[in-house]
């Protein structure tokens, strides 16, 4: 009897998706190795290394709140631009085509420089034209600010994604969909929607780690991030080999934690085509 489920078990092997999968991923060596080695430079050269973890650890919070609370804006966003990208009146889709090819074709730098500094100019001149006080007093939140800007930037980014996995959809699913009574939003909650985001969540998961990396940039509009305590502590310490080290480091092993749980997502939701 056990001979008869060892030679099942090998015949389910040779099926193509059935074999074992491994318990681990080899990469996550990757990652225990940039801990190690951040956690040996912060043990054994505590001056400066420790100092300067203890110095931007705030930022790294900062720079995790901005880049979580971003991605889920974007993609929010993202989704509204695909479908009015798509969407058949001729308003809609002028106006997320035009959203898309203007903010593509601004920097991210720049837009965020504008958003802080360019943007709350312009409330407080509409406020002065109404006589309207909290918009003649209003004073942009750099996080607020930030976020916003990062938000606005990926999200032109993220339609474009989307718009992708919509169309690489067969025509057929929308067919059926509708054959059986459904109407065009259901059709497209239920059959459609499910379908593509699967087929682009790797690129949902790259841009996740690209928008993470760009956080650096919002240092440019007030934002304690870890990029902008790094640079008040080489001010003060004139060490900058030892501080951008540690602050590479540590945005590395951010970025690799968020590509092995992007990759697990991805295994986890994996289906054959």
């Known amino acids: 009897m056990a001979e008869d489920k060892l030679k099942q078990s090998e015949k389910m092997n040779l099926i193509p998706g059935a074999e074992p999968s491994s318990r681990m991923d080899p990469w996550w060596w990757l990652v225990a190795g940039v801990f190690v080695l951040t956690g040996g430079l912060m043990l054994f050269q505590p001056d400066p290394f420790l100092d300067i973890f203890k110095y931007v650890w705030v930022g790294i919070g900062i720079t995790v ?93 993220m339609s474009e994604i989307y718009r992708a996995g919509i169309q690489s959809i067969p025509k057929g699913q929308m067919e059926a969909a509708r054959s059986l009574g459904m109407s065009h939003t259901q059709a497209m909650r239920y059959v459609i929607l499910p379908q593509a985001l699967r087929v682009v969540l790797p690129p949902m998961g790259n841009e996740f780690i690209a928008l993470l990396k760009d956080t650096s940039l919002v240092s440019t509009v007030a934002v304690a991030d870890m990029v902008r305590l790094g640079r008040e502590f080489t001010a003060t310490n004139f060490n900058p080999i030892e501080v951008w080290t540690m602050i590479g480091l540590l945005y590395l092993i951010l970025t690799l934690l968020s590509s092995r749980l992007i990759n697990y997502i991805e295994k986890k939701t994996a289906f054959s085509r």
């Not at 500094?117 to 109404?130: D, K, N």
């Not at 930030?146 to 938000?151: D, E, K, L, S």
């Open 65 to 157: 709140l901005v880049a979580v609370v971003s991605y889920f804006l974007m993609l929010i966003l993202g989704m509204f631009g695909a479908l009015g990208r798509l969407s058949k009146n001729t308003i809609l889709r002028g106006l997320a085509t035009f959203y898309v090819e203007i903010v593509r074709g601004i920097p991210l730098l720049v837009q965020l420089i504008w958003w802080y500094f360019a943007f709350p100019v312009i409330i407080q001149s509409i406020g002065q034209g109404l006589n309207f006080g909290p918009m003649m007093n209003y004073q942009a939140n750099p996080i607020v600010m930030a976020i916003w800007g990062m938000t606005f930037c990926y999200g032109a980014y």
